[in-house]
Each structure stands twice: as C-alpha cells, then as structure tokens.
C-alpha cells in the first residue's frame, strides 16, 4: 500500500505509531482515519480473554447443576444408538468409546461434589484400526453429540518446542476455543488426536515409516498432557512473545483418546505371537487369507507391541484402554453407501431430487462400487470418490432441462464407464 502514510496515531492512546513494513501495519482505515497500535488490539484481546473468564467462572455453577441432566442424556446405550445412525458396524468400539463418555461425565460430577476428595482415575482409550474404517468419522460424529468441549487433533501435525509446525499445547488451545474459551469447560473436555501412530519414534518394527527422532520429544510434551499439568498457550494468531497474554489450562481431568491406523502393527503383534516359534500364523488354512489374519492380530495388541511399534512406554502407561476396530468388508461397504443417516447415497438422491430427477443405484452397482473400493484397500474412504466419478458427467448433464427424469445407474456404469439410463419420469410406471 504505497501511498499510504507511514505515519499514524493510535486514536486510542494517541501514541505515533510509525511503519516500518507491511508486517508492521496497524489498523488502520483511510476513510475516516481511524487507526489502532498493536498495543492497543493487545489490550483488547486480553481484556476480552479476561472477560470472557469471567463469564466462565459465573457459568460454572450452571455446568455442575446440570451435569446430573447430562449424565441421563448420556447413558452409554443412548450414546451408541446415536453413534450407530451414522457409523456402520464397529460394535466394540462404540461401546468402548460410549462408556469412556459416560465415565468422564461420572467423574466429573464425582469430582464437583467431593472435592478434595481423591478422584476416580480416568481412562484415556487409544484406538487402532486399518485406513478408512471409520476412526476418525467416530470421533468426529462423537463430537457432535456431546455437551461437553471436544477437539479433533492432528498429532501428525505436532512438532517439538521450537521446531516448524504446531507445538502440543494446540491441542490443549483447540479444545480452549471447542469450550467457547471457557477455561473451566475446557478443563473437563475431551481431546481427541488423531494420527497417533505418525509420532512413533523410529524403532526396529517401525522403519519402513520414515520417522524423525523429534518424534519422541513430541511424545514427551504429550506425556506431560496426558499425566496433567497446566499448558500455557497465547490466543490463536498470536505469535509466542514475552508481553502475549497466555491462557492457561489444567489437563488433570481433560479425557485423552487418540487413534491411527498403525500400519505394521500386525506384524509386530505376529512376531510376538511367534517368538521362537516356527508355525506361521498365516499357515493357518482359512479360505480368506489376508484379512480375518489382520483382524484377529491387531485385537491382540497388547502394550508391549505399541512400545515395540514406537510409543514410549510412558504414554501407553497413561493409555489404557485399547481399543481395535474391524477391517469393513464388501458388505459392510454396501451398507455404508445406502444406511448411515449422511450416507453417499441418500445424498446423491437429494441433489439430484433439486434438479427435479428420481436417482436410484441398482444393487448391483453398489455391490461394484464396494468391491472397487475392497481392491483399493483404504476401506470406506473410496466410495464417495468411485460414485463421484461416475456422477460427475450426470451431475453436469441434468441442469440442462427441467424435465423431471429418472436416472438409474447399473453396473455397467461403474465397471465399464457406461452412461447412466435416463428416462422420462412419466413413462415409468
Ligand atoms: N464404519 C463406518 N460406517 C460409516 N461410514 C464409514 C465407516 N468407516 C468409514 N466411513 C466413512 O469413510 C470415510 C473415511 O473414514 P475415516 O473415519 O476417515 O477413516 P479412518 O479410520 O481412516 O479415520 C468417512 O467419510 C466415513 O464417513
Ligand atoms: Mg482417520
């Protein structure tokens, strides 16, 4: 912005503010003249850090007289009714992750109404399961059920103090700003890191992932989080420096679970399972080789196997319900297309339905999308991309009329690229 001024005055304080460089640009509005320094817009977001505190501290009393409310809403049956609307199968993990909720609700009304008495422990749960079998979409519909604050975290993306990318304490800040900057609130929620399995250290079992050693200083500053301590972080966009108003927030009763795929912890589990041993497991005579094989080792795994895998032995101490979740097959695909409440299908048909078209997928045609995806490995996380494939010329075609059409998609438009059957819809019966 060349031709403006290189010099302001703060309309608050009055003091100069001079520019230097575009990163150093106050607000400023040329209109009226209005500008603002950067220590004023700190001031600012401090006093509404501190207000918003405030606020949260008269709100608190609130949160505890209700929690009797939430403990009846949330029963671990209502819980998994609720997470089976949208996620197929995965029975134990469901209802793994349904009384982990309701523990950590239990506990907190522990908590409030004997204070100082010792308190329930809490069980953190880490999750395993193959690419695409719905880990993620758990937690993520979880989330949205709850009262509580929930933040979905991507430990893949943590970094070390003083290393490019995120620092730990995101987690903690993400679950800060889930809780509306309700300190208190956060401090009861629930953090969810996905991803887990990317910040294994490099380890004997491990190296085909390239690893880097700061992984395990990533898994130190989590350890800290995961035993509770306070975590000290600056409001979002602001940058780390000595005057920066710093939130703080005490993990003690902040419920932890994490998840990942943990490619290759089958192998690890195999290798314990056969220590000294010379019978494969693999050499087992079952009609279907691969998955019934993966399924049944990754329910095996046990602490000592994640260690192996590359997690430091204190964080598995502090993980201690594990969780496995099942490899989707053809069939579970199939329902997975037509049944959750957002499933690909449905919404496909209420697109299509604005443009005045009746769309219907002709069972065959799920059945191949199921089976193109079982081939692609990456289980559920395919099907929505096969079936936009091939909607995607249908999708473009239909606005060009209005007449209201049927469409039907067979087989044959999904294995070999044919062309959906268009029809008029009063000719059909
Ligand atoms: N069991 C399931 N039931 C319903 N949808 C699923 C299931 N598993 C995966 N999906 C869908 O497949 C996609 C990928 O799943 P995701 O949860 O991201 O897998 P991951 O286990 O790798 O985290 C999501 O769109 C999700 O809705
Ligand atoms: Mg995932």
């Given amino acids: 912005m060349p031709q403006e001024p290189l010099q302001h005055r703060c309309s608050f304080c009055k003091r100069v503010i001079t520019v230097h460089d575009q990163y150093d640009m106050p607000i400023y509005d040329p209109s009226t003249g209005f500008a603002i320094c950067k220590s004023c817009v700190r001031e600012i977001n401090h006093f509404l850090d501190e207000h918003d505190q405030a606020n949260a501290q008269a709100g608190h009393h609130d949160f505890s007289e209700r929690l009797g409310e939430l403990l009846a809403k949330n029963k671990p049956h209502k819980i998994k009714e609720y997470l089976d609307e949208y996620i197929i199968n995965q029975d134990h993990a469901k209802k793994i992750l349904s009384v982990a909720v309701y523990n950590h609700y ?4 522990y908590g409030f109404e004997h204070e100082g008495d010792a308190d329930i422990e809490k069980s953190n749960v880490i999750m395993l399961g193959p690419s695409g079998c719905g880990k993620t979409a758990l937690l993520s519909h979880l989330s949205h059920l709850l009262d509580i604050p929930f933040a979905v975290t991507d430990a893949s993306s943590l ?6 990318g995120a620092d730990v304490e995101v987690a903690v800040r993400n679950l800060y700003y889930a809780a509306d900057k309700d300190i208190e609130k956060a401090e009861h929620g629930i953090i969810y890191l996905d991803e887990f399995d990317k910040i294994a250290r490099k380890s004997g079992a491990n190296n085909s992932i390239t690893a880097d050693p700061g992984h395990e200083g990533v898994q130190q500053s989590l350890l800290k989080m995961l035993e509770g301590s306070v975590v000290e972080f600056t409001s979002r966009g602001q940058r780390k420096h000595p005057e920066a108003p710093t939130i703080k927030v005490d993990t003690k009763n902040i419920l932890f679970i994490v998840g990942g795929a943990f490619v290759g912890i089958d192998e690890v589990v195999e290798k314990r399972l ?19 094989d993966f399924d049944e080792l990754i329910s095996q795994v046990r602490p000592e196997d994640l260690m192996e895998y590359g997690i430091i032995p204190e964080i598995i101490g502090r993980l201690p319900v594990i969780c496995t979740l099942e490899t989707l097959d053809e069939d579970a695909l199939l329902r997975i297309l037509t049944e959750p409440k957002n499933a690909p299908v449905k919404q496909y048909e209420k697109l299509l339905a604005m443009d005045g078209v009746t769309l219907t997928f002709e069972e065959d045609a799920l059945r191949a999308v199921a089976k193109k995806a079982i081939e692609r490995k990456t289980g559920a996380r395919s099907l929505k991309g096969i079936i ?12 060009r009329s209005d ?5 039907t998609i067979t087989e044959a438009c999904i294995n070999e690229g044919a062309s959906p059957k268009i029809e008029p819809l009063e000719g059909t019966e």
């Fill in 159 to 164: 970094t070390e103090a003083g290393f490019v």
């Fill in 388 to 399: 936009e494939d091939v909607m995607l010329d249908i999708m473009f075609d239909i606005p």
């Fill in 403 to 407: 007449a209201p059409r049927k469409v």
């Fill in 274 to 292: 056969h220590k000294g041993g010379t019978i494969g497991f693999g050499a087992e005579v079952q009609g279907e080789e691969e998955k019934p």
């Fill in 106 to 109: 239990k506990r907190m009304k």
